[in-house]
């Protein structure tokens, strides 16, 4: 992954560039780590948005973010290359043309092995718009899951999020009886020492380019997942 580029290639303080899933000319896919934020927010610090110099190779622009994961949330991130991208991929996202699979492993679990959660989400407070309740009034919300295993009071499920709202899918899971482990706002992890939040954006399907084979990326599980995936029946 050498750059064209004449200016000297910039740090890689976050180690980034092994981390990019799929590379080329207009996208990129980047396997974004738990605990770093793709925007600032009020407490300040690191974000990923600061570090995306480092992923130019030889381009003019800086990359841009094509959507958002939590900052507590690994796996997937979209990133367009330039204008033109960004455009085609905030269209498709729009359209729910791009496939995006979760994995979580919640506390308890669903008794069906498949379903749909359609539930309506609103922010709990205007002046925290990112802190979400159910809501019947509020933004329709649908969610499919499926069980890929159990074992210790835990499940491993795939979730497929139809629409994108924010926190969708920790609510929808906290809500229907099983939160996701390691969730300090809609479970029961303490927001000190906890096991981290066990959710990972673990596969996209990017239909870009009609002429081209669909752009797929995969993320592995995180160290701090494996545990309990293992325990729910996950071989690596």
């Not at 995306?52 to 991130?77: I, M, Q, S």
């Not at 081209?212 to 029946?233: D, F, H, K, N």
Request: aromatic share 6%; hydrophobic share 40%.
């Amino acid at each position: 992954m050498s750059s064209t580029s004449p200016h000297p290639v910039p740090d890689d303080p976050l180690g980034l560039i092994p981390r990019l899933l799929h590379r080329d000319a207009s996208v990129l896919v980047l396997n974004k780590p738990a605990g770093l934020p793709v925007h600032k927010g009020p407490g300040g610090g690191v974000t990923l948005s600061d570090q995306l110099d480092v992923l130019r190779f030889g381009l003019p622009r800086v990359p841009e973010l094509a959507h958002r994961l939590d900052k507590d949330t690994a796996g997937c991130l979209v990133l367009g290359r330039h204008r033109r991208a960004l455009e085609r991929l905030g269209q498709m996202f729009k359209r729910g043309e791009v496939s995006k699979t979760y994995w979580a492993v919640v506390e308890g679990g669903p008794k069906e092995e498949a379903g749909e959660i359609a539930m309506a989400m609103s922010p709990r407070d205007p002046k925290r718009g990112w802190w979400m309740k159910a809501d019947p009034k509020g933004q329709p919300a649908l969610t499919r899951f499926r069980v890929l295993g159990r074992g210790e009071g835990l499940s491993w499920l795939a979730l497929e999020p139809v629409t994108g709202r924010t926190h969708q899918l920790r609510l929808h899971c906290a809500e229907s009886g099983f939160p996701i482990l390691g969730d300090t706002i809609y479970g029961t992890a303490s927001r000190q020492g906890g096991p981290g939040l066990h959710l990972l954006a673990r596969s996209v399907v990017i239909p870009f380019d009609p002429k081209r084979p669909a752009i797929t990326a995969e993320a592995p599980p995180p160290a701090a997942m494996t545990a309990a995936l293992t325990s729910c029946g996950w071989a690596e």
